[in-house]
């Protein structure tokens, strides 16, 4: 990308938005906070379109760290069968921990594994989301969706 031969300057309004870029020499308008960002780059959040944040739990499994793929599922499947709302809920939370701290600031989760009798577990993501994302997240699987609702 070629470099810009003016530096420019940029108006953020909140944190969700780039209301408008500057040309150097404009009058900059009144501001809440002004952040001299010569030498750093604004860039958008990355947004993550595929996650199974359930995954996090079992991550460091040895039988299956080093496995193939269907010899991997074979040694997690026995162990995803018991997840509960409980276990969704605090692999969300670090899933979404561990994408906070690369930037991520959306997800999406492909949450498919519903052991009998936990079918909200979807819901519990959700209540995950909202404590580390806040409406930025959207979870779904085998036909179940959910999203929080936006700002
Ligand atoms: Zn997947």
Not at 31 to 55: K, Q, S
Not at 91 to 120: I, K, N
């Amino acid at each position: 990308m070629p470099r810009p031969k003016q530096p420019s300057s940029t108006l953020i309004k909140g944190i969700h938005k780039i209301r408008q870029v500057l040309h150097v020499d404009n009058k900059l308008p009144r501001a809440g906070r002004v952040i001299d960002g010569r030498h750093f780059a604004i860039i958008p959040g990355p947004v993550n379109t595929h996650h199974h944040l359930y995954l996090t739990l079992t991550r460091a499994f040895a039988p299956a760290a080093d496995a193939e793929f269907f010899d991997w599922l074979r040694a997690l499947y026995p162990i995803w069968a018991r997840l509960d709302e409980e276990s969704v809920y605090s692999g969300a939370l670090s899933g979404m921990a561990e994408l906070l701290l690369w930037g991520c600031t959306t997800t999406t989760d492909h949450h498919y594994v519903f052991p009998r009798g936990h079918s909200q577990l979807i819901d519990v993501q959700i209540q995950a989301a909202r404590r580390a994302y806040g409406p930025r997240c959207l979870a779904h699987g085998n036909g179940r969706r959910r999203a929080l609702p936006g700002p």
